[in-house]
T-cell receptor, first 112, second 116 residues
Framework: DGGITQSPKYLFRKEGQNVTLSCEQN?????MYWYRQDPGQGLRLIYY???????QKGDIAEGYSVSREKKESFPLTVTSAQKNPTAFYLC???????????FGPGTRLTVT | AQSVSQHNHHVILSEAASLELGCNYS??????LFWYVQYPGQHLQLLLK??????LVKGIKGFEAEFIKSKFSFNLRKPSVQWSDTAEYFC??????????????FGTGTRLLVSP
């Protein structure tokens, strides 16, 4: 089955700790994205990558970092510098940047 | 910058009622428009899209949307809703960033509850 997997589904961390969220796709898509979803705010773009070994900041990149060493993988690290990290994080991919995006199931991160 | 407005945050309908969810975007020009749906406990998935051509677009599960360029609108419709349509619906439009990258801008979503 082709798709996007994100793990874990729920993640709990203490304040001050970095945490890495996994995103893997087997759709052979070039472009990958990370979004943050907060109640009443829709989806906001954190980082995107158009191709392997390249990525760019989105609208709310502060406190986050990514890597794109493999086409199928685009992990997101939420660092201790992110002031309000508790949120639902969605990973997406598309064939290229002008095509529709396919979404993973999301990771709900809670930082206390 | 491009923005998307979904005016209805919560909609409650009875089964068999007709549905129309509003979506307006701010910038004109060439746009790609999307409706995504998030059923409870499921992935966000594409309902329908408009890139060009016929402004009346048909999607999955009996949904359709009409692109009206003069009104900057892309409203979602369904003639008769079912309980299984209970979900959150997001409108999205492409937006050109300074890097030349086309990103998607999402509305804040509309929660639809269909009562049996």
């Amino acid at each position: 089955d082709g798709g996007i997997t994100q793990s874990p589904k729920y993640l709990f961390r203490k304040e001050g700790q970095n945490v890495t969220l996994s995103c893997e796709q087997n759709l052979n898509h070039d472009a990958m994205y990370w979004y943050r979803q907060d109640p009443g705010q829709g989806l906001r773009l954190i980082y995107y990558s158009q191709i392997v070994n390249d990525f760019q900041k989105g609208d709310i990149a502060e406190g986050y970092s990514v890597s794109r060493e493999k086409k199928e993988s685009f992990p997101l690290t939420v660092t201790s510098a992110q002031k309000n990290p508790t949120a639902f994080y969605l990973c997406a991919s598309s064939r290229a940047v002008y095509y529709e995006q396919y979404f993973g199931p999301g990771t709900r991160l809670t930082v206390t | 910058a491009q923005s998307v407005s979904q005016h209805n945050h919560h909609v409650i309908l009875s089964e068999a009622a007709s549905l129309e969810l509003g979506c307006n975007y701010s910038y004109g020009g060439t746009v790609n428009l999307f409706w995504y749906v998030q059923y409870p406990g499921q992935h966000l998935q594409l309902l329908l899209k408009y890139f060009s051509g016929d402004p009346l677009v048909k999607g999955i599960k009996g949904f359709e949307a009409e692109f009206i360029k003069s009104k900057f609108s892309f409203n979602l419709r369904k003639p008769s809703v079912q309980w299984s349509d209970t979900a959150e619906y997001f409108c999205a439009v492409n937006s050109l960033m300074n890097t030349g990258f086309q990103k998607l801008v999402f509305g804040t979503g509309t929660r639809l509850l269909v009562s049996p």
